[in-house]
T-cell receptor, first 113, second 116 residues
Framework: EAQVTQNPRYLITVTGKKLTVTCSQNMNHEYMSWYRQDPGLGLRQIYYSMNVEVTDKGDVPEGYKVSRKEKRNFPLILESPSPNQTSLYFC????????????FGSGTQLSVL | AQSVTQLGSHVSVSEGALVLLRCNYSSSVPPYLFWYVQYPNQGLQLLLKYTSAATLVKGINGFEAEFNKSQTSFHLRKPSVHISDTAEYFCAVRNPWLSGNTPLVFGKGTRLSVIA
């Protein structure tokens, strides 16, 4: 089944403790992206990747890192999480191109205490 | 810069009623427009998209949207909603003329509650 898989589904952590949220897609998509969803703000792009070893900042990249060493994986890294990073995170992928739809993962609810 | 405004953060309707979810966009060039739906505890799924073909776009689950250039709108409607349509709906815009990353710009969402 074609899908975008995120793990974990829920995560509670404390300020400053490094964490990684994994994202994997099995559709051979070139484009991958991370969004955060906050009440009343909709979805905002954090980072994106056009292909392997190619990543760039979205609208709200501060406090996040990403890497794209393989086409299927695009982990999101929080080196030193803070409470303002408490949010619902979505990974998405697309074959590429502006007409193509995004395929979303099921989300990761992160709480930073 | 592109932007999307969704009017009404929460809409409540009775089952079987017509629903209209409003979306207005701002773009300096003819945009591509999308509606995504997010069911409870799930990721977003594409409902429909407009990419400069027919102005009336039909999507999944009986939804449709009409692109109106003069009013810069892309309202979503369904003639008869079902309880299973209860979800959050996001309008999004993309500039198709930019090279490289062309991220979707999302609206803030409209939560639709369908009441029995």
């Amino acid at each position: 089944e074609a899908q975008v898989t995120q793990n974990p589904r829920y995560l509670i952590t404390v300020t400053g403790k490094k964490l990684t949220v994994t994202c994997s897609q099995n559709m051979n998509h070139e484009y991958m992206s991370w969004y955060r969803q906050d009440p009343g703000l909709g979805l905002r792009q954090i980072y994106y990747s056009m292909n392997v070893e190619v990543t760039d900042k979205g609208d709200v990249p501060e406090g996040y890192k990403v890497s794209r060493k393989e086409k299927r994986n695009f982990p999101l890294i929080l080196e030193s999480p803070s409470p303002n990073q408490t949010s619902l995170y979505f990974c998405a992928s697309s074959p590429g191109g502006y007409r193509e739809k995004l395929f979303f993962g099921s989300g990761t609810q992160l709480s930073v205490l | 810069a592109q932007s999307v405004t969704q009017l009404g953060s929460h809409v409540s309707v009775s089952e079987g009623a017509l629903v209209l979810l409003r979306c207005n966009y701002s773009s300096s060039v003819p945009p591509y427009l999308f509606w995504y739906v997010q069911y409870p505890n799930q990721g977003l799924q594409l409902l429909l998209k407009y990419t400069s073909a027919a102005t009336l776009v039909k999507g999944i689950n009986g939804f449709e949207a009409e692109f109106n250039k003069s009013q810069t709108s892309f309202h979503l409607r369904k003639p008869s909603v079902h309880i299973s349509d209860t979800a959050e709906y996001f309008c999004a815009v993309r500039n198709p003329w930019l090279s490289g990353n062309t991220p979707l710009v999302f609206g803030k969402g409209t939560r639709l509650s369908v009441i029995a």
